[in-house]
C-alpha cells in the first residue's frame, strides 16, 4: 500500500528519552477519529504494533464497531520507528539511521501522554487498546499513569517482553544483518536480502502450526505456501519499511517491561498490582511469542482483570484483523468491556 | 568438540538418487556399537538427526540403557549431508558444494538398507529409532520395508514434514543465505555470520517458550540468555557445521514424506497404514515444530502405534539428550518396546 499521508505531527522540541538521549525535536505522528466530547471523557488511545502504521489499525475501527468514530474520540498514535514518528530512517543527522537512539516503551507512552493531554486537554481516557507491541503500550500506560486510564484492552502481547520472546526477536534481526549490504546500518539502499530473510524468519512465528497445516493462507488468497511466503510475508516487509527502523522498534519491544517503571525498582508484579484500570485482555490460543498461559500470569496480578481467549489458528495474527471471526471476538470484548464501569476516575 | 575419526566408510560406487543424479561414489559414514548375534536378530538402527554425527546419538546408548551393547548390535548411519556421509563438504568437484545434489529422506534409508544388508547381511531388524531427523528416517524405514522392521521408535519427529516445519526451515536457510560470503555456496571460508544468524533464529524454535521462561538453560551451565545464545546456539553451529550441509540436510528435511514412497501415490495415510512394525511415538510436549498433535494423527493411520508425549518445557531438545530426565522417559520407552513382541517376522 502507497505511504498515506493524511496524519498530524505534534512536535515536542526537545524530548529527553529513558537511555539519557535527547531528540530535538522528537515528531510525534498520529490520526484521530471522530471528535472529543466537550467534557473531554470519551478519548481512546490505540497504538500501533511493530512495525505498524495508523492505517494498519483501523481495521478496528468504523461504524456499528466498538471503536466507533461516532461515539469516541480516537487517537492513534505511531510508535517512533516506525517511520512515520521519529525514527532512524526520518530524523536528520547526526541522530540519524545507525545513531538514531534507542527508544523503550515508556518514551513512546510518554509522548503520547503529552499529546493527549497538552494537544487535546484530556485528563481521563476511557480505553487504551491495542494489539502486539500496542498490548505493550497499553499496559505501560496503565501503571504510568493509573489515575488516568479507566480501561485497557491490550490483545496478543504483554506487560513484559518475555525471554523466549526476546530470542524470538534475536533471529529477526540477526536474519536482517546477516546482508553484507545492511553496513552497519549505514546502507544507501535497502538491503533487501536481509528484509526478505526476517520476513521467511517472521513467518513461522506469526502465524501457528495448525494454521500451515489447513493452508488457512488459501483464506487470503494465496495459491501455495512459497505464493504466501513472498506474496504476504516478503510483500510485508517490503511494503516501506525499512531496515534500521525494524530494528530500532524490536529493540524497544525486547525492553518491555512494565517493572522497570520508575517506582517499581523492577518488580513487575508490583506494576502489575498498580494497575487502577479494569482490564480484558485477549491473548490468541496459539500465539507462538504471546502465550497465552504469560498473560493468565499477568492477569493474576491486575486487581481487576479478565482473561479473554481468541480461540483458532490465527496464531499472534489473530489480532492484525485478517480474520473476520477474530476481529468479531476482539470487537465484542472491547464493546463490553467499554459498556461495564471503567476504573473510578482518579 | 574435535571430529572424531573413530567410524567406518560404507560405499556404494554407484548409487542413483531419487532426483535423477548418481553419486560416483556414495559414502555412508557409519558406526557400529556391540555385537551381531550369529542369527543376525539383535541389529538395531539409529539414524543421525539434522545437522548430528554419530557421536551425538551415543548418549542414548550404554550399559544398562534400552540400546545396551551388550545385547544390541547398534548400527548409527550418518545422514547424507553432515559431512562424515557424503555431503557438499566432502565431495570432490564437480559434485562438490552448491553442486552437491538434492538428497531425500528415502536415499538416506537406501543407503542405510544396503548398509544393513549387503555388508551385514541382516534381515531383520529389532528396532528402528531416532530423533527429530531421525525420527523421520525411522518411519521411512518401516514404510519402505514393511517386513524388515520388527519396531520403531520415532521420537520428535514426523512421517511428513508439516508445512509449518517447512517454514521455519525457510527462516533458517534464509539466515544461512543472507550473508554476502555465502556467494551461492562457493565460498572458501565458511560465512559465519550466516551461521551465528541460523543459531539465532533456530534458538527460539529449539527449547519451549516456558523453557526459556524458567531460564532452564542455566541447569546446562550458562549464566545469561546472551551467553546462552552464543555458548549453546553459536557455539553448536561453529561447532564443524558447514552451510552447504545444513542447507542440504534442510532440504532433505523439508522434503520428508513418506506418502511420496513408490506405490503410495503421495497418500500418506495410506503409507502409514501400510506400517507392520509395532510403534511407540514419543513427541515433547512442548516441541514447537514437531507438536504432539501432528504425532496423534499418524499415529491414528499406524496399525499397532502408541503415543507417549514427552512431558515438561524441553520442547524439541527433549529429544537432544542434555535433560537426564526426558533421557531417562526415552530409554524406558525403548526398553518397554524391545521387551514387547515386534511386528511378526516377515
Redesign the interface.
Known amino acids: 500500500m502507497a505511504e498515506r499521508t493524511d496524519y498530524e505531527i505534534f512536535e515536542i522540541p526537545e524530548f529527553t528519552l529513558e537511555c539519557g538521549t535527547t531528540l530535538r525535536p522528537a515528531r510525534l505522528a498520529y490520526k484521530t477519529y471522530g471528535t472529543l466530547d466537550a467534557d473531554r471523557s470519551n478519548a481512546i488511545v490505540y497504538p500501533t504494533w511493530y512495525s505498524g502504521r495508523f492505517w494498519e489499525n483501523e481495521w478496528l475501527i468504523g461504524p456499528g464497531m466498538a471503536l466507533d468514530p461516532e461515539r469516541w474520540f480516537i487517537i492513534v498514535p505511531n510508535m517512533f520507528g516506525n517511520g512515520l514518528s521519529s525514527s532512524p530512517s526520518n530524523t536528520p543527522p547526526p541522530q540519524d539511521r545507525a545513531r538514531f537512539p534507542r527508544i523503550n516503551v515508556r518514551d513512546n507512552v510518554e509522548a503520547q501522554y503529552r499529546l493527549v493531554t497538552e494537544q487535546f486537554g484530556i485528563e481521563h481516557l476511557a480505553l487504551v487498546t491495542g494489539w502486539s507491541m500496542g498490548a505493550g503500550q497499553t499496559y505501560q500506560w496503565a501503571v504510568s499513569h493509573p489515575d488516568m486510564v479507566r480501561r485497557i484492552a491490550p490483545f496478543c502481547g504483554s506487560s513484559k517482553t518475555?525471554?523466549?520472546?526476546?530470542?524470538?526477536l534475536?533471529?529477526v534481526?540477526?536474519?536482517l544483518?546477516?546482508?553484507?549490504?545492511y553496513q552497519g546500518g549505514w546502507y544507501t539502499e535497502q538491503p533487501v536480502?536481509?528484509l526478505?530473510?526476517?520476513?521467511?524468519?517472521?513467518?513461522?512465528?506469526g502465524?501457528?502450526?495448525?494454521?500451515?497445516?489447513n493452508?488457512v493462507y488459501r483464506q487470503l488468497g494465496f495459491t501455495s505456501?512459497e505464493d504466501f511466503?513472498v506474496g504476504f510475508w516478503e510483500g510485508f516487509f517490503l511494503d516501506g519499511r525499512d531496515v534500521n527502523n525494524l530494528l530500532c522498534m524490536a529493540d524497544t519491544w525486547q525492553q518491555g517491561d512494565v517493572g522497570a517503571t520508575p517506582g517499581f525498582a523492577g518488580d513487575v508484579t508490583r506494576a502489575l498490582a498498580s494497575i487502577r484500570a479494569k482490564a480484558l485482555i485477549m491473548p490468541a490460543e496459539k500465539d507462538?511469542?504471546f502465550?497465552p498461559?504469560?498473560e493468565r500470569w499477568a492477569a493474576n496480578h491486575i486487581p481487576d482483570a479478565e482473561v479473554r481467549v481468541i480461540p483458532g489458528v490465527w496464531g499472534h495474527f489473530a489480532g492484525g484483523g485478517a480474520n473476520p471471526d477474530d476481529t468479531r471476538f476482539i470487537d465484542e470484548g472491547i464493546a463490553e468491556l467499554l459498556a461495564a464501569e471503567g476504573a473510578p476516575l482518579g
Chains 1, 2 share one sequence.
Open positions: 518475555s525471554l523466549h520472546n526476546i530470542v524470538f534475536e533471529g534481526k540477526a536474519a544483518k546477516a546482508d553484507g549490504a536480502g536481509g526478505r530473510a526476517a520476513a521467511r524468519v517472521y513467518a513461522g512465528w502465524f501457528s502450526q495448525a494454521f500451515y497445516w493452508e505456501l511466503l507462538l511469542y502465550p498461559e504469560d
